[in-house]
């Protein structure tokens, strides 16, 4: 028992070893310009750029404060001590935690809260480190058989990680609602998606629960069934025994895995305890359902699903602008003919839920955009399309606007700024220049969605004030002057819009538990309930005519669009009572407290925390080594190191990978010693290559388009090429010596791909590279080689059919040596052995044509083993190489199919296996089926 718990532990270690290779060696996410400091706490370290000084020192106290409230409750408490990295470079809201390679906690400043999910918390910072150090404690717990592992090999066994992924969000959610005065485990929001799915019987699998699922609710669906599930256990069966499964988990993950432990606990298997939630559930939403009397029926003129928000109508009253995301194409602006049901979409851009608006002459629109920003920063800005040209214009550039909205007569916009953690209200001339701020900034306040009364005087906005409820407000922007316009109870308020007599102001609450729109009379301050419905009605906004209200509806499928006529007879009156307030908890303006504060070191993070025994080949067979990697918290030195020592041969054998990303430039150094194994007249040759190699690169993380890259390299290598085997009885004898020389490479990419793809579906990765060996670098031998890739991606008619074509090639020219992988290559085409196409100079062109078949979601023990979507695709392949002229290249022509499974490994690795027929149609092709693993 004691082995299996090692081996599966090891072998999740592996696969976040893989992942840590292929991606965390990439550009820097964070500008090298700044400058960073940390503050010592008795229980963390707190990084932060100077930029954001203030708040780290007040968040520094609070920090303590949730250490102080989750340690007794996870009953843990972690044996060093947990980095903290506060950051305010994007515009949208986030938090991440790890225990790999050691425990830490990435947050965002800009709070997650939007016009589709407004503020349900007291204070953001404190609220989202609640749910992510709860992950740390969580993740890093390993008792029990788990407990000697953790100490052989460090903090690379995380057995808890192998929960399934509703478990792991799940108890952070619940920590964030038990110990927050809210949390999305008490949230109308949230709870209508539980709501609806169980009402439209879409609930998902417990196998799409314990992984993921392309379908509606998506991202979301862990949090939200993780949390109403792990509140279940604490109210049926008492929050002690849920906090005792996490520490117990450790020592059932490698024998009678999950089912046993919650066995051991509850009786009950996890199917066992899921089907009991489930019925618990119908019960409890059929009983609320029933409570609800007289339904509005939405009038839908969308049925896509996943996000279609922010209805707009145009100055006709006659079609609705909206923006979508969802899981099968990049998101954008559509415009919808609710009497036609004709949709189109009107551009393509990073948006979501912000304002929409028109010039006074409805010819532009004014929408929200999202963007890369001077390479390291996601900001928001304003753009206006016009609406005939479909000619974009950006207003602002980096200004950090997260919502907007153009005055009637089109003279101001009234925006908001995010900056610091805080929202603020501005206004700008129409083209975007001659910025007034309207009202003072207040710390850590967040305001959304303002709106302009049809005469322009004065504005609508959400805000929300640390401790409170996100409200309504009436503004003056000539003086200044906010009028709360409905007091009461905890509710939360968004989306103002006025009717175009200006009377009514709508909006949506959730005043009645279920989010609904309703309608504020300015003059009598009458409150009135507009709808009354089962999922949710939101974001509204009254048609110019003022005779239709069009809103976004909740179903099981996600958010769609519906319109309703405007019939005041059928409003519900509210009339005002107390409402009920919870008690207002502290908020985070707590006095910073005298803790230790130094310039940021990124030595003590580079220190090993974890090793692995893993294996390298040589001539003498299979020699043991020891697998080291490190990276500070800032990602600015990463490194991986294998090392191994034969000592029959008496030589090492090793590979490091040092990447530094304090400066532009990044800094790439890579050193090796192996033995390669060559086919060499009927018999083995080992070669011994000692390589070194250091490059500097140049990366933009935009180019023509928010969702293009490209990076340039250029670098210096030396190989030095000895033998390990005798050479004298061969013929031929291998090139030996010292091959130098420096290169450069370059890549640009704007490939994109969606939730539902099986492929890359439009754009193109192309990559070149130049290596040029010479004789005045060292080099015993002088060549220079090309080569170039261009990866082509074509949406075709079906649903994420794709077609791509792929062109290589490569040449090289001077000195060649006689092994292969220097001067001279093997080209790859498939239904050919992998000598049958070599030579100096090749091309090949790869076309396939990719297709879904259908998506699995399946899992193997929950989350060990899951079969998430097969695809097939049919290619023809056609390739030659020679060491002659060009002309006699002797084309070589193939063609086959696959058929592919991809595979989600322990939650963390993605495996693709593929089974494939291929026939190669010319001289020394063959004919056959295959088998083979990708990552």
Request: proline letters at 5%.
């Amino acid at each position: 028992m004691f082995r299996y718990i090692i081996q599966k532990s090891l072998f999740v270690s592996f696969m976040l070893l893989v992942l840590i290779v292929k991606s965390g060696f990439a550009a820097t996410w964070l500008d090298p310009s700044l400058r960073w400091k940390t503050i010592e706490t008795p229980h963390f370290s707190i990084h932060y750029h100077e930029q954001i000084e203030r708040i780290a020192n007040r968040f520094a106290p609070v920090a303590e404060e949730v250490h102080q409230k989750l340690v007794p409750f996870m009953k843990y408490q972690s044996d060093i001590k947990i980095q903290v990295v506060l950051i305010d470079t994007v515009d949208y809201g986030n938090g991440y935690a790890t225990v790999f390679p050691d425990p830490r906690v990435t947050l965002y400043l800009t709070d997650w809260s939007t016009n589709l999910n407004p503020s349900k918390y007291d204070q953001w910072l404190k609220f989202v480190f609640t749910h992510e150090y709860t992950h740390v404690l969580h993740l890093d717990m390993a008792e029990g058989l788990a407990a000697l592992p953790r100490k052989i090999f460090g903090r690379i066994i995380v057995p808890n990680a192998l929960s399934p992924s509703f478990m792991l969000e799940g108890v952070a959610t619940y920590s964030e609602t038990k110990n927050e005065r809210w949390g999305r485990g008490d949230d109308p929001h949230w709870d209508m998606m539980m709501r609806m799915d169980v009402l439209e019987n879409k609930i998902k699998t417990l196998d799409q629960a314990s992984v993921d699922t392309v379908n509606w609710p998506d991202g979301h669906l862990r949090y939200i069934y993780g949390v109403e599930f792990l509140q279940y256990l604490s109210d049926t069966y008492g929050e002690e025994r849920l906090i005792k499964f996490f520490h117990i988990f450790g020592n059932y993950v490698g024998t009678s895995g999950i089912d046993g432990a919650f066995y051991a606990l509850y009786g009950k298997t996890l199917s066992g305890l899921w089907s009991d939630w489930l019925f618990y559930l119908h019960d409890k939403y059929e009983r609320q359902k029933q409570g609800l009397g007289e339904l509005t029926r939405p009038g839908l003129i969308t049925g896509s699903g996943y996000h279609n928000l922010k209805p707009k109508w145009d100055k006709n009253s006659r079609l609705i602008y909206y923006q979508q995301q969802n899981a099968d194409d990049y998101p954008g602006i559509r415009v919808v003919d609710p009497q036609t049901g004709e949709d189109k979409k009107i551009i393509e851009a990073s948006v979501f839920a912000g304002n929409l608006s028109f010039d006074p002459n409805g010819q532009e629109l004014l929408f929200i955009k999202s963007d890369n920003f001077d390479n390291y920063y996601t900001y928001s800005d304003i753009c206006s399309l016009d609406l005939a040209t479909k000619q974009l214009k950006q207003l602002t550039k980096g200004k950090r606007v997260t919502d907007a909205d153009l005055a009637p007569d089109g003279k101001w916009i009234v925006f908001v700024e995010n900056n610091l953690g805080t929202k603020t209200l501005k206004m700008i001339t129409g083209g975007g220049v001659d910025e007034v701020v309207v009202l003072s900034p207040e710390a850590e306040v967040q305001y959304f969605s303002p709106r302009w009364t049809p005469d322009g005087t004065k504005f609508a906005v959400a805000k929300w004030t640390p401790g409170g409820q996100q409200k309504i407000y009436l503004v003056s922007p000539q003086t200044g002057i906010q009028r709360r316009l409905i007091e009461g109870d905890d509710s939360a308020e968004s989306n103002p819009t006025f009717s175009p007599d200006g009377r009514y102001l709508f909006f949506d609450s959730d005043h009645s538990g279920i989010v609904n729109l309703y309608a504020y009379a300015l003059d009598s301050k009458q409150l009135f309930q507009v709808t009354n419905v089962l999922g949710g009605a939101m974001m509204p906004d009254v048609s110019p005519d003022g005779k239709k209200l069009a809103y976004v509806s909740y179903s099981s499928n996600g958010y769609d669009l519906a319109v309703l006529a405007v019939e005041q007879t059928k409003w519900k009156e509210i009339v005002k009572e107390p409402g009920v307030i919870r008690s207002r908890a502290v908020p985070l303006l707590v006095p910073p407290k005298n803790y230790e504060v130094h310039d940021y070191n990124p030595l003590p993070g580079l220190l090993p925390k974890s090793w692995l025994p893993v294996s390298y080949t040589n001539e003498n067979g299979s020699q043991s080594s020891v697998y080291l990697w490190g990276s500070d918290i800032l990602g600015q030195h990463q490194y991986n190191l294998q090392y191994g020592y034969d000592f029959k041969a008496n030589r090492p054998g090793y590979e490091l990978l040092y990447t530094n990303n304090q400066f532009l430039p990044q800094l790439t150094l890579r050193l090796s010693e192996t033995a390669a194994a060559y086919a060499w007249e009927s018999a083995t040759l080992w070669l011994r290559n000692t390589y070194g190699q250091v490059s500097v690169s140049l990366y933009d993380n935009r180019v023509f388009s928010e969702w293009d890259r490209q990076v340039v390299s250029v670098g210096y290598e030396q190989t030095n090429i000895t033998n390990i085997t005798s050479i004298t009885a061969y013929t031929t004898k291998p090139s030996l010596g010292n091959i130098n020389g420096a290169f450069v490479a370059w890549r640009y990419h704007n490939t994109r791909k969606y939730r539902k793809s099986i492929s890359y579906e439009d754009g193109i990765d192309l990559t070149a590279r130049v290596t040029s060996n010479s004789r005045s670098l060292g080099s015993d031998y002088a060549y220079t080689t090309y080569s170039a890739n261009l990866a082509s991606y074509f949406k075709m008619p079906g649903p994420h059919h794709v077609l791509t074509p792929t062109l290589y090639g490569f040449y090289s020219s001077g000195e060649q040596l006689a092994q292969s992988n220097f001067s001279w290559n093997s080209l790859p085409v498939r239904g050919y052995s992998g000598t049958s196409l070599q030579g100096n100079k090749g091309v090949s062109l790869i076309t396939e044509y990719r297709f879904p078949i259908g998506y699995v979601e399946r899992t193997v023990l929950y989350n060990s083993t899951f079969l998430d979507r097969i695809w097939g695709d049919v290619f023809v392949d056609v390739g030659g190489a020679t060491f002659s002229p060009p002309g006699s290249l002797n084309l070589k022509r193939s063609y086959g199919a696959e058929f592919n499974m991809n595979t989600l490994l322990a939650g963390y690795f993605y495996l693709t296996s593929t089974i494939g027929y291929v026939n190669g149609v010319d001289a020394g092709g063959e004919e056959k089926f295959y088998f083979r693993f990708s990552m």
